[in-house]
């Protein structure tokens, strides 16, 4: 599975972003997928995750209200809506494919098996 984001960009606090990853491969529908973020000098961090058919949902406390993660599993897409960005959402997103589906695992980054190369949001202030 290769997975390439896209979507990230400069935006001012409180506007909006929508990052999207493109998945190969025919199994996309079913793997979970989350998504991460690394701001420079901070370790990685959990932001959403989804599981494989959709119905299960789980966000980092700090984005919870604020950024809806979905997928299209029809067209090999998962999407992170991000509403009311703050400068403290400013870092690197990844997106990530687990192919166990081990839900209780979700928010571990070394759970996942595919990763993609990142995409930059900075939020100004």
């Known amino acids: 599975v290769q997975l390439v984001e896209s979507g990230g960009g400069l935006v001012q606090a409180g506007g909006s972003l929508r990052l999207s990853c493109a998945a190969s491969g025919r199994t996309f529908s079913s793997y979970g997928v989350a998504w991460f973020r690394q701001a420079p000098g901070k370790e990685r961090e959990f932001v959403a995750a989804?599981?494989?058919?959709?119905?299960?949902?789980d966000y980092a406390d700090s984005v919870k209200g604020r950024f809806t993660a979905s997928r299209d599993n029809s067209k090999n897409l998962a999407y992170l809506q991000m509403n009311s960005l703050k400068p403290e959402d400013t870092a690197v997103y990844y997106c990530?494919?687990?192919?166990?589906?081990?839900?209780?695992?979700?928010?571990?980054?070394?759970?996942?098996?595919?990763w993609g190369q990142g995409t930059q949001v900075t939020v100004s202030s």
């Open positions: 990530a494919v687990e192919k166990s589906n081990r839900w209780w695992l979700r928010r571990r980054s070394d759970e996942y098996d595919y």
């Open positions: 989804i599981s494989w058919g959709g119905g299960s949902t």
